[in-house]
């Protein structure tokens, strides 16, 4: 039987509660990095090049990884906040003191904690938000390739649209193509309007394709508090893909037809012209 954090029983609840209460230090003191994406923006990448630091505890996909946890966030954070963030102290204490302990700082660069990102910015003040972006073209390819919505194992905790949402109507008629349009636009839209809620001095956006071009590592590392790494060090990391898809093919976005471009416009063109993205 599938257990998830969310399931806390009372007992459990009032422990995290006292845990809380006993080592507010833990929260409000510790520096911590987390990344706000869709998933398969360089996250993986962007893990090594923390890790490369002597003062950074960098993690990709701690466990537990928060699946089912994530998918029901991302309706229910903003109105019950208290619920999220029991679940994240649970999940994430144990590394965040193991950090505190060490004196190094938290990093943790999965896209599973995007929507834990209002309960965290609140719960720990000392905390700052990276956020990755790609262009939707790139992860839609890439989730076609992984047939994300199409019987993949993890399709059980991929996010779905609310019933108050207007995808909502469409769900059960679209194929993967538009479910994957949908989970870029998702994605993004929450992640913008909570950086757009932000001060600057917590938030840094660093898209995809230039952390891969090099650009940025060195304005990243000063955004949070630390001296860059040696330059050879980042160019042998950024000279990798990992995580790379090698299997399966679907078409790149400028080999899409125009009836998929258009599709992609319609259910995500608002949010791609607020990243800057053309939207023909």
């Known amino acids: 039987m599938l257990m998830t954090l969310s399931g806390l029983d009372r007992k459990s609840q009032v422990f995290l509660s006292r845990l809380m209460a006993l080592m507010p230090g833990l929260w409000i003191d510790t520096p911590a990095v987390f990344v706000l994406s869709t998933g398969r923006t360089g ?7 923390l890790d490369l630091h002597d003062s950074v505890d960098a993690y990709h996909e701690p466990h537990p ?7 029901k966030a991302r309706l229910e954070v903003y109105a019950n906040p208290e619920k999220y963030q029991r679940i994240f102290c649970h999940s994430r204490s144990t590394l965040v003191l193991k950090s505190k302990v060490r004196g190094k700082l938290y990093a943790e660069t ?27 073209g790139d992860v839609v390819r890439s989730g076609m390739r992984r047939r994300w919505y199409v019987n ?3 399709d059980y905790a991929r996010i779905e649209p609310g019933p108050q949402e207007e995808a909502h109507r469409h769900w059960h008629s679209w194929g993967a193509f538009e479910k994957i349009c949908w989970y870029w636009d998702a994605y993004n839209r929450f992640a913008l309007n909570f950086m757009d809620s932000m001060p600057d001095n917590r938030i840094f956006v660093m898209p995809s394709e230039m952390l891969y071009q090099g650009k940025g590592v060195e304005a ?5 508090g630390l001296d860059k790494p040696d330059d050879q060090k980042i160019e042998d990391v950024l000279r ?7 299997k399966s093919s679907f078409p790149k976005f400028d080999d899409w037809d125009s009836e998929m471009k258009q599709t992609l416009y319609m ?5 791609m012209r607020r990243l800057g993205y053309p939207v023909m």
């Not at 990798?240 to 090698?246: A, E, F, I, L």
Request: hydrophobic content about 40%; glycine content about 2%.
């Open 43 to 49: 996250t993986e990448t962007l893990t090594r090049l």
């Open 65 to 71: 990884q928060l699946l089912v946890e994530r998918k």
């Open 110 to 136: 999965s896209a599973r904690l995007t929507f834990f990102s209002p309960v965290i910015s609140s719960l720990m003040p000392n905390a700052k938000f990276v956020y990755m972006h790609r262009h939707p």
């Open 152 to 154: 993949h194992p993890a």
């Open 220 to 224: 990243l590392f000063e955004f949070m």
């Open 240 to 246: 990798h893909r990992y995580n790379k898809q090698t």
């Open 267 to 271: 259910l995500a063109g608002d949010t």
